[in-house]
């Protein structure tokens, strides 16, 4: 069975700070893939990263970084100067093996002017 | 990545009748899948469609409920029939691309509500 915990429900800050959403995961494979997306007030669900578990490489994408480690089955998002446009949910997402998508219950961020 | 069109983006129906929610592809995909979101909740997978076959349900779904059409490899729809109140949620429609099919893409919703 495969498992992911967004134990943040809810995040506030303001303009400008640093926000990091945590996400940990279980599974019993060891070929996994990671994601995240962000889903804004519209509803949409948009891809942000996809992360395999042969690739622990941080990445970073503008505003944008996730810290992989598998030492501690997390694979967390940093948002860097936040904007009030990153205001959404975010959710955290495993694949492994040959089962379907798990989601974490999400994260809703909200950044104030 | 693929594009993924879905229609109605939102509707208000009344209980006791049903809604097809239409999911159009841009590329030619093996599988297709339907979420369910709850207001405040996480995404649950309602089933898996695949082209020429009938889909298969998760558990606590039912093909009476949620009858799932897949005519091509481009196109499905999904129909939550009967509707009461607990139905109201956003239906999301998902696409697999890329390597091993890693690359989940999502329609826009349709955001549902039944009165």
């Known amino acids: 069975a495969q498992k992911v915990t967004q134990a943040q429900t809810e995040i506030s800050v303001v303009e400008k700070e640093d926000v990091t959403l945590d996400c940990v995961y279980e599974?019993?494979?060891?070929?996994?893939?990671l994601f995240w997306y962000k889903q804004p007030p519209s509803g949409e669900l948009v891809f942000l990263i996809r992360?395999?578990?042969?690739?622990?490489q941080n990445e970073i994408s503008g505003r944008y970084s996730w810290n992989f480690q598998k030492s501690t089955s997390s694979f967390n998002f940093t948002i860097t100067a936040s904007q009030v446009v990153d205001s959404a949910v975010y959710f955290c997402?495993?694949?492994?093996?040959?089962?379907?998508?798990?989601f974490g219950k999400g994260t809703m961020l909200l950044v104030s002017p | 990545s693929a594009v993924i069109s879905q229609k109605p983006s939102r509707d208000i129906c009344q209980r006791g009748t049903s809604l097809t929610i239409q999911c159009q592809v841009d590329?030619?995909?093996?599988?297709m899948f339907w979420y369910r979101q709850q207001p405040g909740q996480s995404l649950t997978l309602i089933a898996t469609?695949?082209?020429?076959?009938?889909?298969?349900?998760e558990s606590g779904f039912v093909i009476d409920k949620f009858p799932i059409s897949r005519p091509n490899l481009t196109f499905s729809t999904l129909t939550v029939s009967n509707m009461s109140p607990e139905d109201s949620s956003i239906y999301l429609c998902?696409?697999?691309?890329?390597?091993?099919?890693?690359?989940?893409?999502f329609g826009q919703g349709t955001r549902l509500t039944v009165v």
């Open positions: 469609a695949n082209q020429g076959s009938e889909a298969t349900y």
């Open positions: 590329s030619q995909v093996t599988m």
């Open positions: 599974t019993r494979d060891t070929t996994y893939y």
């Open positions: 997402a495993l694949r492994s093996g040959y089962s379907t998508l798990t």
């Open positions: 992360r395999n578990s042969f690739d622990e």
């Open positions: 998902s696409v697999e691309q890329g390597t091993l099919n890693t690359e989940a893409f």
